[in-house]
């Protein structure tokens, strides 16, 4: 296919519209998919992910369902946009010789994007479920703080007793920063290369193919909605495929747990105790609630990414006259 050439800053501008736009219409559900993701036997909360928006909106309100949304619209940003720029540019080196990429140079592609978004992706990341998963805690104090009034006559009032304290994004960063340094923001980051580039190598080789089926011409660029769907169909897919490693990463960023709950001092040591604990399918929790954020989340992008908004909006811009 022989592609429009397309700027760097034109990239990251096509990047960051496409993260800012499929944030904002799938957070709710990746808030499901975190709360999920974190509860263990015994102390479940949620039984699926429409139980967990209902309880969420009874408890919290509307706004609740947006909790950590501040972090992911202000660096979805740059993140999309190393991503889908990272991948461009190992592709074009990988296809200097003039030959159509293998599929093998097509995974190293989506591997060196995976690895250079994670600069990005883990401190979003760490802060996000922070943020994510504080509602889900409160919830179960306050529960348990219920239970134990019903059973005992002298602790009157203790369900009213249970406040939760909010926290935000920077006063996180800020205790991070001065109990951990910069390795705080970072924690888990293992983790998060071992579910980013497994992601990014299934799916821009997966998309790529699959979009050139709505090609009539190798020179002419498939339509929007090929592009829309592909980006749906590949994001899914590989968003199931390492689900597993999203499990393992999202309990081991939590810096807080609910009643009863295992911590964990590594990537195999959690995964150890979620197999003993609680079984394989536990790794397959929030799968589904992943699908649905990734599918139009990397549908979006590919969509904006394909269209070229930023090509648009810089031609409006006054060119310099020397």
Wanted: charged share 20%; aromatic share 8%; with cysteine.
């Amino acid at each position: 296919m022989a592609d429009k050439k397309i700027s760097l800053p034109a990239k990251l501008i096509n990047g960051g519209i496409a993260g800012l736009i499929g944030v904002t219409c799938v957070f709710p559900i990746d808030l499901a998919k975190t709360r999920l993701q974190n509860q263990q036997n015994g102390q479940r909360m949620y039984t699926s992910m429409s139980d967990c928006l209902i309880k969420t909106i009874r408890s919290e309100g509307y706004f609740g369902m947006y909790r950590g949304a501040a972090v992911n619209l202000t660096l979805v940003t740059p993140e999309k946009a190393i991503k889908l720029a990272a991948n461009d540019f190992f592709r074009y080196h990988l296809s200097k010789d003039g030959k159509k990429l293998t599929l093998l140079k097509e995974m190293l592609a989506g591997c060196g994007a995976g690895t250079c978004q994670v600069i990005v992706t883990t401190p979003m990341e760490m802060l996000k479920i922070q943020l994510q998963d504080a509602g889900r805690i409160a919830a179960q104090k306050k529960l348990m703080a219920a239970q134990a009034q019903l059973s005992s006559t002298t602790s009157a009032g203790a369900a009213e007793s249970v406040v939760e304290t909010r926290t935000t994004a920077t006063q996180i960063t800020r205790e991070l920063l001065r109990s951990k340094g910069i390795a705080g923001l970072y924690k888990g980051l293992g983790a998060t290369l071992l579910r980013d580039v497994p992601f990014s190598i299934v799916y821009f080789p997966l998309f790529a193919n699959l979009n050139k089926l709505g090609q009539k011409n190798p020179d002419v660029k498939a339509p929007f909605y090929v592009s829309f769907l592909s980006g749906c169909v590949a994001g899914s897919t590989a968003a199931v495929a390492v689900n597993p490693c999203d499990v393992i990463k999202t309990r081991l960023q939590s810096l807080k747990r609910g009643v009863n709950e295992d911590t964990y001092s590594g990537i195999l040591d959690c995964t150890r105790k979620i197999w003993q604990k609680e079984g394989p399918m536990a790794f397959l929790k929030g799968a589904y609630c992943r699908a649905l954020v990734i599918a139009p989340l990397f549908g979006i992008a590919q969509v904006v990414y394909f269209i070229g908004i930023a090509e648009f909006l810089l031609d409006m811009l006054p060119k310099r006259r020397d």
